[in-house]
Nanobody
Framework: QVQLVESGGGLVQAGGSLRLSCAASGRTFRTGAMGWFRQAPGKEREFVATISGSGSSTLYADSVKGRFTISRDNAKNTVYLQMNSLNPMDTAVYYC?????????????????WGQGTQVTVSS
């Protein structure tokens, strides 16, 4: 089993930056692809970014491309989401997720393990 724990969320002013971390327990899915999703109040959960098992491939939602960067450190069993140029539209609960396959995927149905989420609030 894989346990995912997000951290790094908080309150930030528009234009600021935050770095989210997701620590994964166990080695079973160490090389599996990882993803970040978010859910704003009253909205559906949406895809943010994904990274392949090796870290060689990434995909981003159009809304965050150029502002967010996903990365991973397999030795630490941790995936990161660096968020720059934040705006109030980025306010949401951010979730990390893990899949068994190594390839990048954008659909939440491709991910089996999920963290509890961390709140990101961007003020105007």
């Amino acid at each position: 089993q894989v346990q995912l724990v997000e951290s790094g969320g908080g309150l930030v002013q528009a234009g600021g930056s935050l770095r989210l971390s997701c620590a994964a327990s166990g080695r079973t899915f160490r090389t599996g692809a990882m993803g970040w999703f978010r859910q704003a109040p009253g909205k559906e959960r949406e895809f943010v970014a994904t990274i392949s098992g090796s870290g060689s491939s990434t995909l981003y939602a159009d809304s965050v491309k150029g502002r967010f960067t996903i990365s991973r450190d397999n030795a630490k069993n941790t995936v990161y989401l660096q968020m720059n140029s934040l705006n109030p539209m980025d306010t949401a609960v951010y979730y990390c997720a893990a899949r068994t396959g190594v390839g990048v995927r954008i659909l939440e149905t491709e991910y089996f393990y999920w963290g509890q989420g961390t709140q990101v609030t961007v003020s105007s």
